[in-house]
């Protein structure tokens, strides 16, 4: 039994253990992580202010209506965006796993900002959730790339 994995855990720091939490699963000192899951307890928050990555994906007020002063809202318009974008639960539930939940919505929302040069939107936030995985990816530069764009569109004379 212990080889069925059932991911409806929403306890997100509780992952590196899931199969020692199911129902008649483990022995009583079986809390050691070699589960093959390399997933840290917690999450470091984005070092970069949440007013850039506003500034960097302005798409998402075409599409989200509420405020986003706090990176639980921001979260919250990731969660409203990603299905019209085609990226499935489970390709969003991975990247909130290995990059975390705030580091997974600058994702989407700057994937959102680059949607029409995107071809596989599901694919390419895979691919970034790997490279997170790996510990190869930060959000930064994306969001960077993207206010810079923004800024040599309307700056280019500094």
């Not at 302005?58 to 002063?69: A, D, E, V």
């Not at 969660?79 to 991975?94: N, Q």
């Not at 994937?111 to 930064?140: N, V």
């Amino acid at each position: 039994a212990q080889s069925e994995h059932h991911h409806h855990n929403t306890n997100k720091e509780s992952i590196v253990f899931e199969p020692a939490l199911e129902e008649g699963g483990a022995a009583a000192g079986s809390h050691e992580p070699e589960v093959g899951v390399d997933v840290p307890d917690t999450k470091p928050a984005p070092r970069i202010p949440l007013h850039l990555v506003i500034a960097g994906c302005p798409s998402l007020k075409t599409f989200y209506q509420g405020n986003i002063r706090h990176w639980h809202q921001l979260f919250d318009a990731a969660c409203h965006v990603r299905p019209a974008m085609g990226i499935s639960s489970s390709a969003w539930e991975e990247a909130q796993r290995f990059m975390g939940p705030e580091q997974a919505s600058i994702v989407v929302v700057a994937m959102l900002e680059r949607f029409a040069e995107i071809r596989s939107p599901g694919g390419y936030l895979r691919a970034l959730t790997s490279k997170a995985a790996a510990g190869e990816f930060s959000c930064g530069q994306m969001v960077m790339a993207l206010v810079s764009q923004r800024g040599a569109g309307k700056c280019s004379h500094l």
